[in-house]
Each structure stands twice: as C-alpha cells, then as structure tokens.
DNA sequence: ATGATAATTCTATATTTCTAGAAATATATT
DNA sequence: AATATATTTCTAGAAATATAGAATTATCAT
C-alpha cells in the first residue's frame, strides 16, 4: 500500500460515523451486517449510510456482497491490519516506542 | 482515549502531507525535528506546514517545545502505538483476523 | 401488474479543509 | 536600533466533505 493508498485509509477511518460503522461490522464478525441493519442498529439516515459505506468500500475497508435485495457488508480485516501494522512499523518502533515504552502505556494486550 | 478523540487522530493521519511529516519525526527520533527541517526535508510552504502541524498537535500526535527561535517537534509516540493497538484489537481481534488469519499476514511480531 | 422492501443516486446546503502568499510576532545577533 | 532568522497568523479562494430529504432503481411477493 503506498503512503497515498494508506493515507486514504486512515481519513476513511477518521470519521466518527464511519469508525463507528466499521466498528459494528467488526463485532458482527466474518456474518457482516446489511446496510439496514447498521442503519438501525445506528440509526443513521439511509443515503447518509450510503455515502459513508461507499467510501470506506472504494478504499477497501469494507466489502459488499449483495444477495437479492440485501447487500451484505464485511470489514476488510487484513485491511485494517495492515494499517495497524503500518503504524507500528513504519511509525512507532524504528528506535522508539517498543523500546522506549518501558510501562505499558497501551491499553489492553 | 474516546471514539471521537480516536477518529480525531485517525483524521489528522489520514492525509499525504501529515503522514510524511509524522514519519520524518519518527525517522527523527527522539531527538525531534525542527520546523525549519520539516520545511526543508520536505519541501513544504511555511505556513502550510504549520497549519498541519498544529493540526497534529491539537489531537496529540506531536509535541513541540521551543529553544529560543526554533520550535522542536516530536512525534507522540505512545498516541500512535495507542491508535496501532486500537485498530487491532478493537477493529481486528475480536472473533476474527488474528484467530482467522492462520498465515500471518501481519510482517513482524 | 401492484405493492412492499432494500438500497442508491440526485440534489442542495452547510461546513470544513487545503493551500500558500503576505504580514506579523518573537527571538537572537551585530 | 537595525537586521536576520524561525515560525505563526491572517486572508482568501478553491476544493472536498457531510448531511439528509426526495426521487429512483432493483428485487421480491402476491
């Protein structure tokens, strides 16, 4: 993923609706969710959802599957992960963090 | 750190400019850059680059501290492991990607 | 065919963001 | 005091985003 591509993701994920939205996906698991569903679940008007999964599908964070009437969304898990990956790597260890960080100031683990 | 404050973060990433910055001050160390160096490395307009950079410090993701005329910046490195580790857990881990992934896709660890 | 359901596209408005030159501020040097 | 250096604030225009109602498309059921 270039710094472009990685950039794009990390906007997308920069909106507290969408990160919401991929945050449903992610509990609804390897199942996804309808857009109706998240639209309940959320209560986010229709074309707003729309727009917010549209973009998060365009820079693959999530992935639509249709079936009839319903289009099911999936969070694009390696994705994600190689965002988090990105950030650790690219960002955080190369002589610092992993190595400074002697308390675990990170949350769980 | 909230979803908001998160999305917050994940914002000011989601952008070329910032993210280049972010990683010139990581390259940079603990030893921290000056905004005059950031201008330089990168090529960015003044105050261009001070806009962003004050972008970034608003949510937390870089620290300045002033020596006389020069205003060191560095990068907050335990927001980035926070939002890495995040991204991980509360997006990825759950019922998915770390069980589901059984090559590891994810470069180290 | 008609009606219901699921979701998108169209449209418009409000708001934010990006960009960078010009002017201003703060500090150091002579 | 005058000048140079480092950086910010002001300003403004262009572009992108967010929001949501209304209209539209697609599919299913009767």
Redesign the pocket.
């Known amino acids: 993923m270039s710094l472009d591509e990685m950039a ?1 993701c990390l ?2 994920l ?5 990160l919401q939205i991929l945050r449903y996906l992610v509990k609804s698991g390897h199942a996804g969710a ?6 309940e679940a959320l209560g ?12 998060m ?1 365009k820079v693959g964070l999530v992935e ?1 599957v ?8 999936f969070p694009r898990f390696e994705v994600i992960e190689s965002i988090a990956n990105f950030l650790m790597e690219e960002c955080c260890v190369n002589e610092a963090c992993a190595i400074d960080t002697d308390d675990d100031t990170s949350t769980a683990r």
């Open positions: 794009g906007a997308e920069g909106h507290p609706t969408r309808a857009v109706g569903d998240i639209q986010i008007p229709g074309s707003t959802l729309s727009h917010h999964l549209s973009r599908v639509q249709r079936e009839s009437r319903t289009l099911h969304c």
